[in-house]
């Protein structure tokens, strides 16, 4: 199917206000991430490579050492095996994030 809807697909959630609308292909996957305020994705690592951009609200990201604070239209870049976490803001945000190649454990 070449289109999605993302509107209508089921969430998953992934912690405490977070949630996950997961759309794939054979070598890449997108996730709209909600993130309600103050919600927090704990320090993590996977193999596939992520990418994405804020589309609303602000985000604090670590990536391996470094931290940044980002807004709407910012850029990010997790490679592959690299820990990394995301603190929401005070208000809801969203996000889209790219992994490839796709992650067995979210389809």
Do not use: C
């Given at each position: ?29 997108t996730n709209v ?75």
């Open positions: 199917m070449p289109f999605f809807d993302t509107s209508k697909l089921t969430p998953k959630t992934l912690a405490p206000g977070v949630n996950l609308r997961i759309t794939w292909g054979e070598r890449i996957m991430v909600e993130l309600a305020p103050g919600a927090l994705v704990a320090t993590h690592a996977h193999p596939a490579e992520q990418m994405g951009v804020v589309m609303e609200g602000s985000v604090t990201m670590v990536i391996g050492k470094e931290r940044k604070t980002l807004g709407p239209g910012d850029v990010y870049l997790a490679p592959s095996n690299v820990e990394h976490s995301v603190q929401n803001g005070p208000a809801a945000a969203r996000l889209v994030d790219i992994f490839s190649p796709p992650r067995e454990d979210y389809k």
